[in-house]
């Protein structure tokens, strides 16, 4: 058994009594991967960082938070991996805590190649092309060997991977900077796209991964002419091809990419314990239902922000059309626990009334 510094169990014992109270989950996690960033091997601490995310309360106001952008039955892979990377921003002190040390668009001489880069993975992000991954990291790669400060422009592409959910990508970036450079930030970013990259399948909060055949079949309800997942994956093929700049190609040649897929065995999905039971999911009739709480909160706050107001009625009119399949998810049966020794929240006036109802 490794020991060791005093300093670290002592770091781990501060993240355990931050992590009891309600929302101090992310806090308590980033204590841990301070801990990481200096012991990658301290599996106490990575342990503590998936308890923690176990709180029923942070598995709850996650759920909420995600699903106010994707539905639960919305079972398309790039879904996945957008549940992925909104959990980790959601969870991650990091960003808050350095991004004023990085350009928000990267380093300014290399700043055209690097869009360039970032709009290949955001078709993969929002559209499920996963072919543009090969094509973004052959951009990222030319604007590292043009670039004028490569620490930088590593650093910024590592924490793009991060941030669209490509923890594996991020960690080879990431990777390949600390074994060039001492960078006391980028080693502390690539401990938590680690943890992150192999306890994805497992975050709690985040429904089975799936092949779009539940979201097709609740189509079916909803818009029998809306495209089949896998149509709109090969129209957004299709349309990708037609626009990708020429002078770019994949890191490795698909055909190569094919021999070596067809030789490989095939993926084992990692088994994880399911805290939530997901199989409400595959139960779902698709049928219109009544609105989810936050639904009807937004709904009654944009009511008394706006009464009479032709905007205000059209953003009404439009929640309610957009969220009839939003299935409402049930809170904890336990009550929030607040830190004592913190001084007790009072929010603005026009959000008393909700403050009011959650903690009912």
């Known amino acids: 058994m490794t020991i060791y510094p005093d300093y670290v169990y002592q770091t781990l014992a501060r993240a355990r009594d931050i992590g009891q109270w309600y929302c101090g989950q992310a806090d308590a996690a980033a204590l841990c991967f301070d801990v990481l960033a200096l012991f990658p091997d301290c599996q106490e601490a990575s342990d503590l960082v998936y308890e923690l995310f ?66 290949e993975l955001l078709g993969a992000y929002c559209l499920g092309e996963e072919e543009c991954t090969d094509y973004a990291w052959a951009i990222f790669a030319d604007a590292v060997q043009k670039a ?52 994805a399948h497992r975050i709690p909060w985040i429904p089975p991964a799936g092949d779009g055949s539940r979201y097709d079949r609740m189509m079916d309800f909803i818009d029998p002419s809306a495209p089949k997942t896998k149509d709109e994956v090969q129209r957004v093929r299709n349309e990708n091809q037609k626009e990708r700049a020429a002078r770019y190609r994949p890191t490795i040649d698909k055909k190569l990419a094919n021999l070596f897929e067809s030789a490989l065995p095939p993926a084992q999905p990692k088994p994880a314990a399911a805290i939530v039971d997901w199989s409400f999911l595959d139960q779902d009739d698709g049928q219109p239902g009544e609105p989810a709480d936050w639904v009807k909160k937004n709904i009654q706050r944009l009511e008394r922000w706006g009464e009479d107001d032709e905007l205000h009625q059209e953003m009404i009119a439009y929640m309610k059309d957009r969220h009839r399949w939003t299935r409402n998810i049930p809170p904890p049966s336990t009550p929030k626990r607040y830190d004592p020794n913190e001084p007790p929240f009072t929010p603005p006036m026009e959000f008393l009334d909700d403050e009011e109802e959650d903690d009912e």
């Open 54 to 119: 176990c709180d029923e309360w942070c598995i709850y106001d996650n759920r909420v938070a995600i699903q106010q952008n994707i539905d639960e039955w919305d079972d398309r892979p790039w879904q996945q991996r957008r549940r992925l990377a909104l959990s980790f921003r959601f969870m991650s002190r990091w960003d808050g805590k350095y991004e004023a040390m990085m350009e928000r668009g990267g380093p300014e001489d290399v700043r055209p190649i690097l869009e360039d880069g970032k709009m």
């Open 148 to 199: 004028k400060d490569p620490q930088a422009t590593l650093h910024w592409i590592g924490w793009q991977y991060a941030d669209l959910g490509f923890f594996a990508d991020a960690a080879e970036a990431l990777g390949e900077l600390c074994s060039r450079f001492n960078d006391d930030k980028a080693r502390r970013l690539l401990a938590e796209v680690v943890w992150w990259r192999d306890n």
